[in-house]
């Protein structure tokens, strides 16, 4: 079984083909990050438009790469929500027109679910399992039932993990994308606990017994630590402190949080796998502390390669493989969703200027 994946739901372009074999034959990424890189963040208007241009090149590029030809496809799937609709719209309309064109099913992917499966496209994980799925716009932390079953333990109060470093390494004066910046910047620290001695930060909702994530106060907490400093240009050796306390912070919170799931998790329910997903699941830090975590609890911990751990069509793919062999597919008239929760039953929370999401 051949699927085509598309991916437009924010600022990459992407298109991939992945069979029910596991086989990535092509994972096509093109970026916008230099034309965004000027604004600190993602301008959607522009990143619409980029899609527009690229998006039948990108799918090209996947067939060819795959060695394959639309007729050779056995279903077409897409992003169709939560992200930037204008975005969204694009893909979900290049794959309608795919499956229509070659009488193919249409399958509609939720974004977070193709971060969520992707654990299955690269280590089999089975089901039930524990994700924290943590990105640019989403902390979340969810367990896996089944296909299609979601249940949110956790979700954040106000800004994502990601925002929170894309914002904190803006005050610094690094380029976007903030997180695999202060990543970088924080490697060239040589005194740890000097660092965090003269940067300490706040450890939010640390002494609460859920799984919600709070990140604005941290946030605040370094924008007060900047306007402490000497005026004018940041010292580069204030930057690199700073971004390995807050990166060291992000990791203490994150595993915290998931402590609290991890234990609930094996009293609720068979699983023994924790799968760590979106694109701050890049973030070697991060993930070193959530394997300290794990070991603590003879769990099992995935994350993805970083091909995957960002966003990409072979995801979108590989969540289509899996609705396929199940016999999901969706009709020709299905909407596009701005917002698009794993788990509609979760409890609303409702954030002081929220803003669409993105995974």
Known sequence: MYVLGIETSCDET???????????LSNVVLSQLETHAVYGGVVPEIAARAHLEHTDKVIKAALNDAGLRFDDLDGVAATCGPGLIGGVMIGMMSAKAISAAKNIPFIAINHLEGHALTARLTDDIEFPYLILLVSGGHSQILVAEKLGVYRRW???LDDAAGECLDKSAKLMGLPYPGGPNIEKIAANCTDHTTAIK???????LKARKDCNFSFSGLKTAVRT????LPSGDLDPADVTDLSYALQNKMAEILADRCGNAIERFLSEYKGNALVVCGGVSANKTICTELEKL????DMHISYPPLSLSGDNGAMIAWA???KLKCGEYNSID?????RWPLDPEATAIHKKGAKGAKA
């Open 294 to 297: 794990t070991s603590k609890y």
């Open 334 to 338: 299905f909407k596009a969703r701005p």
């Open 225 to 228: 630590h900047i306007d402490k």
């Open 14 to 24: 992407a298109a991939a083909i992945v069979t029910d074999n596991r086989e990535i």
């Open 320 to 322: 289509g493989v899996e």
């Open 198 to 204: 003269r940067f300490p930060l706040p450890s939010p």
């Open 154 to 156: 956790g979700t954040t």
